[in-house]
């Protein structure tokens, strides 16, 4: 019996990206476990790892290529599937326009090979693409606004912390590399803060838990600055000699008083005051922000008061400080791999609104290709999305599975899972480059989308630009970090940190902006919520159980549970464990009634990524709207009834 150890990368959309060691016997994984050398999550393992293994080798899973004849899917081989693909790319360039092909490149698997997919759409003309995102553009670009370009603290860095603020985050759900940073404040008599609106698994951890109502954390933020300055505490040497902007951040602080802005963020004052006890006598401070923040059409305003919160309370440019979101996950990559360049007139859909510009496209998009994505399940407004992808003529989707985008293509190509492929992965929860050496050979008849995308490429003129050999191409993707000094074989004996990424930002007080100081906010524009007829913002969360859409048909024989508070339950007549009505004007589903006596009244909460042939897709209630910032997706700023059956 061949029994090895691999060491990989788990490269899920997951801020983790963990470190995995995969035990194999005989070209089968028998099992997964953490890697204890991973400088990150040091052998730990989260929930979802501990299952994937049920992912891999589903019997739902796709193994070979598949068409769709008639309305039902037959088997065909690669060189067919291959072939009538690259023949209606042909086809459609040369009756129509390159413009009339549209890729879809979701955010399921974001690893170095990734980027040469887009090139092969680059090459071919000017074919349409995505922009804004699902994910964390808008977190992002806000916090460039504050610090020109934003970097987070090393996670490690919280070993320096007196007291962390957990802003939307929820560690013990998403992001379990934090629960020990948590903990060990804890040990040292420090205290932890969570700000949800929602109760979380998280909340346990923590000596104290705000919920301010849905979309007014800005008002928290300003009513804590104000206190700091009020008693004099402010961290006035950085506002006054490296921070732009502070007078008139000073008038945004005091347009309103602090019991005015307990009032507009429904929190109680005490617990405001306790916080702000906290900023001042427990330094540093690490606010540690979730993504569930930038899902507000005015998001920017929420992550600039609380970025110049922490400027106000010492944390910038301090070890064991920070307000820190995210990494850059393409960071060590060469991004002119992307090909972007050479198509800068090219057309761009709003990935948020594929389904409203789909249907407005002019001209009409022939053909589509989908990979790393199920936008049926996770983009909001979904009925929408799911007529608009019924009317494209040729759907051609990468997946493993037949989900609610898969089960609409007219050819469906079986991809690897990051246990078959071998390729770099980066995070956007921190800073370390990891490898996927490949633990098992490909299952099936599956191929990775850099197999995939050479072999196509095989097909075109350009071939002798774009084919070349895997370990070729991330030599030309990794240039940049390769030039740091970094070699190929430290990342996959192992990996490394990224070497342009300190573990402690901003010492020096120098910013990358145009001034060299610190941006503070200097207006404040939060209008209110709209279909306010409707009584419960609802909140669309990602759960612990599940990663995004990541599921298959089998675990999703119940319905979605739908958590209410138990006063309003029980005022709708609601029964716990039984079938209530979720809906708007978008659409509705059905839900179990889940009654939750510390819950906020003003909303619901439904986990996300649940599939619409069962039952359970969440944004067929959404609204498909982007951000004034950042173009990311607000989620949530939809609104919902409740009723009984």
Partial sequence: MEKKIVKTTCTRD???????LAWVENDLVVKLTGNKEHPINNGRTCVKCNHYLERVYHRERITYPLKKVQ??????????????IAGKIKEICKTKSPESILYYQGFGARTALKLVNRRF????????????TICGGTGESSQNLDFGTRISHDVKDYENSNSMILWGRNPVATGVNLVPMINNIKDRNGKVVLIDPVNTQTAPLCALHLKPKPGTDA???LALSRILHDEGVEDNDFLQNHCLNYEAYKRVVYSRTVEEYATLCNVPLEQILEVAKVLKEMKPTAFVLGWGLHRWEYAHTTLRAIDALGAAAGSIGVAGGGVSQGFEEYAPYDWSIWGDELQPKRKRFYMQLLGEELKNASPKIEMAMITAGNPVSMLPNANLTKEALSEVPFLVVVGHFLDDTGIMADIL???????????????YGHSFIG???PAISPIGECKSDFEIFMELGKRFDFAAEYVKPLDEWLEIIMKPTLERGVSLQQIFDGGVYNPDTPKVPYLDKNFPTSTGKFQLMNDFELP??????YKYQLMSIAPKEWLCSELSLEEQKTLLPVKINTEEGLKLGLEEGKVCIVENQFGAIRCLAEFDGEQRKDLVVIPRGGWGQAGRNINELTRGLVSKVGDGTPYYETRVNVRSM
């Fill in 14 to 20: 997951c801020p983790n990206n963990c470190g995995i």
């Fill in 71 to 84: 309305g039902k899917f037959i088997r065909i081989s690669w060189e067919e599937a291959l072939d009538e």
């Fill in 121 to 132: 759409f680059n090459l071919l003309g000017n074919t349409t693409v995505t922009k804004g």
């Fill in 219 to 221: 008002y928290l933020a």
């Fill in 413 to 427: 190509l079986p991809v690897t899972t990051f246990l078959e492929e071998k390729d770099i992965a980066a995070s």
């Fill in 435 to 437: 490898p996927l050496n």
């Fill in 528 to 533: 209110e919520g709209r279909d306010l007829d």
